[in-house]
């Protein structure tokens, strides 16, 4: 059973049906009951045409669930719009798709989280987890936003932003976490970028470029993580460096600065690196200065206070670092870092073993398990 090929169909299979006038809580389930049944009849029996296959069954599968609630015309009359068995055309709705369920009638961050369950395929803890929420408190809002689109029309796409929101959660999760979905929101922004003329949109793809240039250098042979400062810079992806900077000065250039730029601009600094010691660090607390400006987002200012740290040195980091709420992920981590370049193995110890017990992903726990292992190692001694 090709389960990628399955996953890669399920947007174009769920649009279909949404464009029949499913609503589309109705057309999730129905899409789940199709993909159940090709799971158990296609190993014995695939289908020619495993899209148009799965619209059959989906679609049929969406009547019977709507029968005993509808009319017997209305029934006729939505069997009679069956789709007819054949080929069916091989088009690309996912983009679509994320559009339709960034509704108006959704606020911003239900259509984000939605999106990412129904399409993104990121699980309830996965979004919970980029949203610094408990995973009950997205079940909730997730059921909240089915609830709320169940039985309206999706004729209304929601904006662009939510939209670059989703494909930016999607990538993250895709470069840091249990699911491989990077390549995909990287596909899916450049078809954005191709169709919308907006420096957000190009400032997102930039970003994801450069972040993706370095994914080869992420982790070594035995799959443990290697941070920034220790990877090997001969191992990044030049290619997709300066098309990602390229195609960040063309964004900047327009003078319409939005949050992905900045994030992009980090980036970039980085990436033009040659060696960990010859980043500009005091550019890039500029840039993040900036980048808080336009979010106030907590996470952007852990990431200013360690980028501080470096520029101005450890002290002025960890008084940073002071201002910020303790609970944030990755705090921990941040400051065991600060506190080791500030001469305290004892106290950085400490708080790498903190930070290993919250870490959100096992690469994650036991690197900073190893950080904390070698400075005890080293006050032992």
Not at 225 to 247: F, H, K, M, N, S
Not at 341 to 368: C, Q, V
Request: aromatic share 6%; glycine share 4%.
């Amino acid at each position: 059973m090709d389960e990628a090929l399955l996953r890669s169909l399920t947007p174009s299979v769920l649009t279909v049906l949404v464009r029949r006038g499913a609503d589309f809580a109705a057309a999730e389930d129905a899409v789940q009951d199709a993909l159940v049944e090709a799971v158990r009849v296609w190993p014995a029996d695939p289908p020619r045409d495993a899209k148009g296959w799965l619209v059959t069954v989906a679609w049929r599968k969406f009547l019977d669930a709507t029968r005993s609630d509808t009319a017997r015309r209305r029934r006729e009359d939505r069997i009679e719009e069956e789709p007819a068995p054949g080929p069916t055309p091989a088009v690309d709705d996912t983009l679509q798709l994320y559009f339709l369920c960034a509704h108006p009638s959704l606020t911003p961050s239900s259509a984000v989280a939605l999106t990412l369950r129904a399409v993104g395929g990121l699980t309830t803890r996965q979004i919970a987890q980029a949203y610094l929420v408990p995973e009950a408190t997205m079940a909730q809002r997730i059921s909240r936003a089915k609830r709320t689109v169940s039985g309206v029309r999706f004729d209304q796409p929601g904006d662009v932003a939510t939209v670059l929101r989703v494909l930016y959660l999607v990538f993250n999760e895709g470069y840091s976490g249990d699911v491989d979905l990077a390549a995909e929101a990287i596909r899916l922004t450049r078809q954005l970028a191709a169709v919308i003329d907006h420096p957000e949109v190009a400032g997102l793809l930039a970003l994801m470029l450069l972040h993706h240039a370095r994914r080869a250098s992420r982790t070594a042979p035995d799959g443990s993580l290697v941070p920034l400062a220790e990877q090997d810079r001969t191992r990044w992806d030049t290619t997709a460096i300066a098309e990602g900077v390229r195609i960040l000065q063309t964004a900047l250039a327009r003078d319409r600065l939005g949050e992905f730029q900045a994030q992009a601009a980090i980036a970039a600094l980085h990436a033009d690196a040659p060696t960990a010691e010859e980043t500009d660090w005091v550019q890039i607390v500029e840039w993040y200065d900036e980048l808080a400006g336009l979010t106030d987002s907590p996470v952007v200012r852990l990431n200013r206070a360690v980028a501080v740290g470096e520029a101005d040195g450890p002290r002025a980091g960890l008084a940073a670092l002071a201002a910020i709420e303790d609970s944030l992920p990755r705090h921990t981590a941040a400051a065991a870092y600060l506190h080791e370049r500030d001469g305290d193995p004892t106290t950085a110890a400490r708080l790498y073993a903190e930070a290993a017990h919250k870490a959100p992903n096992l690469a994650e726990r036991d690197y900073l398990t190893r950080q904390a292992a070698r400075l005890n190692s080293r006050t032992r001694h």
